[in-house]
């Protein structure tokens, strides 16, 4: 998870403090050389470091590293300055106070949006179309300031195309979204959901996850 308040963590999520949150030791550029070998790693139409420069949602993922550090330092406009030509360039919106863990991989990227409060482990993987967002306005002003509105994703998690989590629900480690599933409600560590309603389905024996995993996350890509 990245460096956040452990209390801010809910059960089901490892709540260890991985030193790569913003301002952590870890270090600006060893996190932006990460993520470069994270698109290596898991996109297998990328050959090498330089071809993966030119990935697609890649610089909307580093301008985020730089606009939360910002943000966090209480330099709103800044953040949003810095984040705001990778979202126009790439499709991908994320809010500068969002927390993203290391490795995370924003496959393709067009369409994916990640709200403000939102909490996002380390290694997960997130397809084109994802949404991490809150219920709506007229839930959100009736929370007490500084209330979690978004939701927060475990570590390991795999998050299919055009998925919806919505609200401040909490994804456990290693859960597998499925393509289109709306969730709305807790998902325990190690569950699939699938669409329609994101009906959680019993958890997989690990020979089974490499395909349950081709079958759930990658449906209607491209």
Known sequence: MPDVDVRDVPSGVTGRRVRGGAGSPLGLRRMLAEDLRTVVERDPAIRSRREALLHPALPALWSHRV????HRRGWRIAARLVSLPARFATGVEVHPGAALGRRVFVDHGT????GE??????DVTIYHQVTLGARGWWEDNLRAPGERRHPVIGDGVVLGTNASVLGPVTVGDGALVGAHSMVLRDV?????????GAALADRDVPRHRLELLRQTATMGSW
């Open 67 to 70: 606009a939360h550090r910002l």
């Open 111 to 114: 369409g994916v949006v990640i």
């Open 117 to 122: 409060t939102a909490v996002v482990g380390d």
């Open 188 to 196: 325990p560590p190690g569950a699939t959901t699938q669409a329609p």
